[in-house]
């Protein structure tokens, strides 16, 4: 099984980016653990803080890979043009997000991106993007 792990903008400063609601790991140590918890599976890692390198990469994999997990920052409560990306591959995609968007501004609980994705997953810290893993593990032996 393939899957990508995309990251939308300012995901790539996780670990110093206020610790307090996005915790203290970076991607980059984290990526490695997931590696090594499912050692049976292509786990990719790719993060953008451009819209359109995020579509290109989706696209890109969209119609050959298991599976996307896809944490889209704050595209996820604006961009139409990730949305129809979504809509316009066969890769099942799953929402991430790192903390609970539903507790917070109201501005985050709405979501663009979620009727073009399988399900979303948010407020575990990291641990979302395994329970994302584990959610796309599930529709393949569904
Ligand atoms: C986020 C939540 C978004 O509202 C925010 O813009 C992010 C991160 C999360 O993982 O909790 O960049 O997607």
Known sequence: MKIIIINGPNLNLLGTREPEIYGSESMEAYIPKLRQRYPDMEIEYYQSNV?????NKMQ???????????NAGAYTHTSIALLDCIRSIHTPVVEVHISNVSSREEFRSRSV???????TIQGFGLDSYRLAIESLLGLATR
């Open 60 to 70: 890109e994999v969209g119609f050959s890979y298991d599976g996307i997990v896809l």
């Open 113 to 119: 991106i979620a009727p073009g994705c399988r399900g």
């Open 51 to 55: 819209e359109g390198e995020l579509i």
